[in-house]
């Protein structure tokens, strides 16, 4: 069984979305880059306002995924993403729902966690038996400083959850077939089993998701979904940072509980 299937949003923009989070009550949705109005570099569903793209093609695109998952823009809390390590606990909407110097949020309420991807590792973390979500960006940076274990640690300090109750999945970004990466990068992963290999030459490969499946392991979680797809190898449907130079959108990985809770 796929750990995404595709769904076309009755607002037009084309998703990704989780069997195994949504059967435990949780809305969990990763975008393409189809179904929105952006133009150029960006076309077509960019969801990031930072990367240079028309403002007005944005809010439409983001307007268009919202409207088509239910979910209440009032809602919405991100984080700021900054290629570092910290995970903040969410129970009110922050002033303009963006939660400053974060790469990670966990809540247990009813709010909407959102962040933004073109390469790195969206990770989805549930603990379905005290109903809480947390949502991780971890590039290479934050990967080294084991992001996905910190989200673990705020979610037992906040809320008393325990690894071993946790499921994780993770979704698209770059892997190792198209992530070269200097020995600087090599050498800051952590001590575990780091899905890295050696072309020779000094040249290395890199598989993040790998990297972040492990330090989940190593944390306690016993059930890890990964989706296996690759954002450089398909820019048809995915922006990549990498593949396309630099300049391009970005998907967003949505995240939310229903008023029920989790089960």
């Known amino acids: 069984m796929k750990v995404f299937y595709t769904d076309r949003l009755p607002t037009g923009p084309l998703v990704l979305r989780s069997r195994e989070l949504e059967r435990r009550g949780v809305t969990a949705a990763f975008t393409t880059r189809l179904g929105g109005v952006s133009e ?149 992963m952590p001590e575990v089993e780091s899905g890295w290999v050696e072309a020779g030459n000094g040249r290395y490969y890199l598989d993040l998701p790998a990297v972040n499946a492990a330090i989940l392991r190593d944390s306690g979680v016993g059930d890890i979904w990964d989706c296996g797809l690759c954002t450089a190898c398909d820019t048809s449907a995915f922006y990549s940072y990498r593949a396309e130079g630099g300049v391009t959108g970005r998907m967003a990985a949505i995240v939310t509980l229903e008023r029920s809770g989790a089960s």
């Open 40 to 188: 150029g570099p960006y076309r077509s569903l960019n969801m990031a306002l930072h990367v240079g793209d028309r403002p007005e093609d944005v809010l439409e695109n983001r307007r268009r995924v919202m409207a088509g998952l239910g979910i209440d823009p009032d809602r919405v809390v991100g984080c700021e993403q900054v290629h570092g390590s910290v995970v903040a606990v969410v129970e009110e909407r922050p002033t303009k729902g963006l939660v400053s110097g974060a790469d990670g949020l966990v809540t247990a309420s009813s709010l909407t966690l959102v962040a933004f991807f073109a390469d790195c590792v969206p990770v989805f973390i549930l603990d379905p038996v005290r109903s809480v979500i947390a949502l991780v960006h971890a590039g290479w940076r934050g990967t080294a400083k084991r992001i996905v274990a910190r989200a673990l640690e705020v979610m037992e300090s906040a809320y008393g959850s325990r690894p071993g109750d946790c499921l994780a999945v993770i979704g698209p970004s770059i892997r190792r077939c198209c992530y070269e990466v200097d020995d600087k990068v090599i050498r800051a």
